[in-house]
């Protein structure tokens, strides 16, 4: 729901030019709505800045405008409103209440009176002081009411002779489904290691997460959440705060030769947004555990081993050896013929073919599979780094 982030006191200034900070706590994805009254400018706001009429202009920040760190208007009277969970202004009114149609949103109230008025309105819902005319002693406030449902509403209390237009601030929208983008749709992971899981959370209006769900489960099985610590919940309800698009599996915790899927939900203040992708098979783009010590596989293994041996600081162990392919190739794989075949390879021969084959897995998985998954295969010891 829309709620205040902080404010700039409403001022004068005598030289028609004010520089505007942005408050403490602002971030991008914040709506700032600036009052540039008095002004004998045409654009007293920068390009980007949406005019609503009555001397309001807001923007949706972005991080560029975090990093500036302020705005400069060219009015004499001013004053900026910063809003988290508010999504721009819709319809106005040339009096104190305006219909606000979403549950999320809120009313923004300029108002001002007559000198020998006290005051136009009680303090409940005004944003900073009133504020007295430098040049004819007119009192000037701004307000902000959040609301908990659509309808009507307006600042109680408000003085009968004075003047005010109302603005109503529209709530968020739900996020959009998020885009996974790693691990790879039909990459092998290593269930030895942990396995980082990464995705982009979609918000139109530039709102950062606040929430997500994060789930995982067998192919075709139960979905269960990722919890913080890395481990698998019993149920799919488990929430993690963060604002952050990844979510680690610890190291361990996933079954070899079990292919999973896994899917995530993001919150913002507009709600929550649907599941990241339908569900579908990368078929042909994934081993399944009967075929876990193909040669295809044990040659993606050599690559493995080889990039970590190339990341070594002092020399490692070699990364697959003759008598290691024996083993996987003869002893595991039996007779088949890719076990003869990958017998009478070389490393080499072996890492070349890898290459090859990777490319064709992933130009399928991305074509048919718009939801992450993976297989976890016992593939040989992971080499050991040694030191000289």
């Known amino acids: 729901m829309a709620t205040l982030a902080g404010f700039v006191q409403q001022a004068w200034n005598t030289t ?105 309105a009680p303090a409940d819902y005004r944003i900073g002081a009133e504020t007295t005319s430098s040049e004819d002693n007119h009192k000037h406030a701004v307000f902000f009411r959040a609301v908990t449902a659509a309808g009507y509403y307006d600042i109680p209390g408000t003085s009968d002779d004075a003047e005010f237009r109302a603005f109503e601030i529209l709530g968020p929208t739900p996020p959009t489904a998020p885009t996974l983008t790693g691990p790879e749709t039909g990459a092998n992971v290593d269930r030895e290691l942990p396995v980082l899981l990464s995705f982009v959370h979609q918000s139109a209006a530039g709102l950062p997460m606040q929430r997500c769900r994060v789930l995982v489960r067998p192919l075709g099985g139960t979905w269960v959440a990722l919890k913080s610590d890395g481990t698998l919940d019993t149920v799919a309800t488990t929430e993690r705060v963060q604002s952050a698009g990844e979510a680690a599996i610890a190291a361990g915790v996933l079954t070899a030769g079990t292919v999973y899927e896994w899917q995530v939900y993001t919150m913002d203040a507009g709600g929550w947004s649907p599941a990241s992708a339908a569900e579908r098979a990368g078929r042909g783009a994934v081993p399944q555990s009967g075929h876990v010590l193909d040669r295809w596989l044990v040659s993606a293994r050599a690559i493995s081993s080889a990039a970590r041996s190339a990341a070594c600081s002092s020399p490692c162990s070699p990364a697959i050896s003759p008598a290691m392919l024996g083993y996987w190739c003869g002893t595991q794989a039996g007779s088949r013929p890719s076990a003869r075949r990958c017998r009478s390879s070389s490393v080499r021969e072996l890492r070349s073919r890898a290459r090859r084959r990777s490319a064709s897995a992933r130009a399928l998985a991305s074509a048919t599979a718009p939801i992450a998954r993976w297989a976890v295969a016992v593939v040989g010891t992971r080499s050991r780094r040694q030191r000289t």
């Open 16 to 120: 028609g030019t004010a520089t505007l900070t942005y408050p403490a706590g602002t971030l991008a994805g914040h709506m700032a709505i600036v009052e540039a009254s008095h002004s004998n400018s045409p654009s007293p706001l920068p390009s980007g800045w949406t005019p609503a009429g009555g001397s309001i202009h807001w923007r949706m920040l972005t991080a560029a405008d975090i990093a500036a760190g302020s705005v400069t208007v060219k009015a004499s009277l001013t004053s900026l409103t910063v809003l988290s969970g508010a999504a721009g202004i819709g319809r106005t009114g040339d009096d104190d209440d305006v219909k606000v149609r979403s549950a999320t949103g809120g009313l923004f109230v300029r108002g001002w009176t007559s000198r020998w008025r006290s005051s136009l």
